[in-house]
C-alpha cells in the first residue's frame, strides 16, 4: 500500500464550483501537510501548508487535516478556469524532510 | 520569495551519453536539496537527498552509480545520468529546502528525452 492515496481523476467542474480534492495516508508519524498544484511540464507550486490537524483557509482555498482518520482535503471556492491543473497532496513527519507525494489529482474548470 | 533555478528545462540525448542538470538556490542557501522524478500521470517520486558537503542517501531502488548527485556548495546542486537510455527518460525536478526548514522550493523542472 503506497502512503499516500489520491484519486487521479480527472475532475472537470463548471466555473464557480466549489471543488473538493482529498487524500489518505498510512502513516501516522505525518505532521506536515501540504498541497501544490502543478501546471503540464512545470515545477509544483505551493498553495497550502498546514501543521497536524485542523483548517487553514487563504483566499478562496481551505486546508483541512484530520489526523484521527488520515484524511486531508483542499477545497476551492468560486473555482476558475486558470484553476485547472494538476493538484498534488504531500506530507512529512517533520519540517526538512522529504515528501511524500500523492500522484495528483487532474482538475478542469470549464467556463 | 525563494526561487530555485533549474537548467536545462528540456534536453535530448541519445543513449548512452551522459547529461547534466543543475539547480540553483538564486536568493537563500539551501541547506538541503531533494531530486525527484516523475513519469507521466505519476507522483513525484524521491530519487535521493543530498546534504552540502556531504554525499547523497539514495532511495532504495536508485543506482547511485548512475545518477550522480553533487551539492558542493549551498547554492548549488547537480544531478547527472550518467550511460542514459531510454528508460531513463522522465521528469527530474529538485526541491529545496531553506531557513527554518519549513518552505520546500521547487525547480521547474528538466525534461529528459533519451533517445
Known amino acids: 500500500q503506497k502512503e499516500v492515496e489520491q484519486d487521479p481523476g480527472p475532475l472537470s467542474v463548471p466555473e464557480g464550483a466549489i471543488v473538493s480534492l482529498n487524500c489518505t495516508y498510512s502513516n501516522s508519524a505525518f505532521q506536515y501537510f501540504m498541497w501544490y498544484r502543478q501546471y503540464s511540464r512545470k515545477g509544483p507550486e505551493l498553495l497550502m501548508y498546514?501543521?497536524?490537524?485542523g483548517n487553514k483557509e487563504d483566499g478562496r482555498f481551505t486546508a483541512q487535516v484530520d489526523k484521527s482518520s488520515k484524511y486531508i482535503s483542499l477545497f476551492i471556492r468560486d473555482s476558475q478556469p486558470s484553476d485547472s491543473a494538476t493538484y498534488l497532496c504531500a506530507m512529512s513527519p517533520n519540517s526538512g524532510y522529504a515528501l511524500n507525494f500523492g500522484k495528483g489529482t487532474s482538475l478542469l474548470v470549464t467556463p | 520569495g525563494a526561487v530555485v533555478s533549474q537548467h536545462p528545462s528540456r534536453v535530448i540525448c541519445k543513449s548512452g551519453t551522459s547529461v547534466k542538470i543543475e539547480c540553483r538556490s538564486l536568493d537563500f542557501q539551501a541547506t538541503t536539496m531533494f531530486w525527484y522524478r516523475q513519469f507521466p500521470k505519476q507522483s513525484l517520486m524521491l530519487m535521493a537527498t543530498s546534504n552540502e558537503g556531504s554525499k547523497a542517501t539514495y532511495e532504495q531502488g536508485v543506482e547511485k552509480d548512475k545518477f550522480l548527485i553533487n551539492h558542493a556548495s549551498l547554492t548549488l546542486s547537480t544531478l547527472t545520468v550518467t550511460s542514459a537510455h531510454p528508460e531513463d527518460s522522465s521528469f527530474y525536478i529538485c526541491?529545496?529546502?531553506?531557513?527554518?526548514?519549513?518552505?520546500?522550493?521547487f525547480g521547474s523542472g528538466t525534461r529528459l528525452t533519451v533517445v
Open positions: 526541491s529545496a529546502t531553506y531557513r527554518d526548514n519549513y518552505g520546500y522550493t
Open positions: 498546514t501543521y497536524s490537524s
